[in-house]
């Protein structure tokens, strides 16, 4: 079969790979659209010590299941399935408690398994999840970073909230779509892309626009500033600007992860008294959810997509870390 392999720091390559075989309890899925993540940028940007190669990235993936290991129900041969990539333990403490995303045990697939950038792969039946026939495939490939959406709007934002989202790729955008789910009052967005701003705004957000955000929501909120700041950019102006805008005994969700560190104001924090919390990925209720409301057609996707077949994956990943001409990039066999 043919697969997308990653072999270190911008390099991507179509190699034959052997086909997939499936171990007890486990299921194989033909891939039908594997959409490309910000995490699989950051693997094929710079070397990073969580994404190993040679890797078969992909876990936004959508397809059908076309072989069975022993032990799983005959009658799944032919679903049409969603991946639902982290996989957990379930006998650890945050497991019991219901935190499968940060099991410490806890595997993703197109991390530490063989990912979707592949025409076919095995993954435990319990990852695969049927998916109505009516959502189209790129659709279907939003239900992982919504489930993110849904993850930290569900915890952050309260019927009344006045919200930042600072990025508007894909993640920024959902964060912004179901922040107002959640009953936020304006959902603000920043993002240097004008494209993106606008896909933003479709959403029902109000983008920020000229150079100066901050004076801007500052004019908007009469300098008492946002009661949730979502970044879902992760750098350190991006953090920094959070901690200006957000208001006395305000929250932060930190999300992106454009770099790996910088400063932080320890000053802001605690003479504001704001509420900073980390996240990663999402569990099972949020990729329940998430799943119902792409079922229901809740997230207007109009010009999101570019589908490119894997054979042109090293350029998409290019074209996706070098410009901003592409907004979700799509990979089919």
């Not at 679903?79 to 993703?108: K, M, Q, Y």
């Amino acid at each position: 079969m043919k697969a997308l392999v990653y072999l270190g720091p911008r390099v991507m390559e179509l190699q034959d790979a052997p086909d997939p075989q499936p171990g007890t309890g486990e299921v194989v899925i033909a891939t039908t659209a594997a959409a490309v993540c910000g995490s699989d940028l950051h693997g094929f940007r710079e070397a990073s010590p969580r994404r190993i190669p040679p890797l078969i990235m992909g876990h936004e993936v959508v397809g059908a299941i076309d072989e069975l290991g022993d032990g799983v129900d005959p009658d799944r041969i032919g679903a049409r399935v969603v991946l639902s990539p982290i996989l957990s333990c379930g006998t650890c403490e945050a497991c019991r408690d219901g935190r499968t995303n940060v099991c410490p045990n806890g595997r993703l697939v197109g991390r530490e398994l063989t990912g979707g950038f592949a025409s076919r792969f095995a993954v435990p039946a319990s990852a695969a999840v049927p998916i109505a026939s009516s959502v189209p495939d790129d659709l279907a490939t939003l239900t992982e970073p919504l489930a993110n959406a849904v993850h930290v709007t569900a915890r952050s934002v309260r019927s009344g909230d006045d919200v930042l989202v600072i990025g508007a790729g894909p993640i920024g955008v959902l964060m912004a779509r179901m922040a107002l789910e959640q009953g936020a009052r304006t959902v603000y967005s920043t993002d240097p892309v004008p494209n993106r701003r606008a896909f933003a705004r479709a959403q029902g957000a109000t983008p920020l626009e000229g150079g100066d955000p901050e004076a801007a929501l500052r004019e908007t909120t009469d300098g008492r500033g946002v009661d949730v700041v979502i970044d879902a950019a992760g750098f350190e102006a991006t953090w920094a600007l959070g901690f200006r805008v957000v208001r006395p005994g305000g929250r932060i969700e930190a999300v992106g992860l454009g770099t790996p560190t910088g400063t932080v104001d320890f000053f802001a924090i605690a003479g504001k008294e704001i509420q900073v919390t980390g996240s990663f990925a999402w569990t099972d209720e949020d990729f329940a959810r998430a799943l119902a409301l792409i079922e229901a057609g809740a997230i207007d996707t109009s010009g999101w997509f570019t589908l490119m077949p894997l054979a042109e994956g090293q350029r998409a990943f290019e074209e996706l870390v070098d410009t901003t001409d592409r907004f979700k990039v799509v990979l089919t066999p």
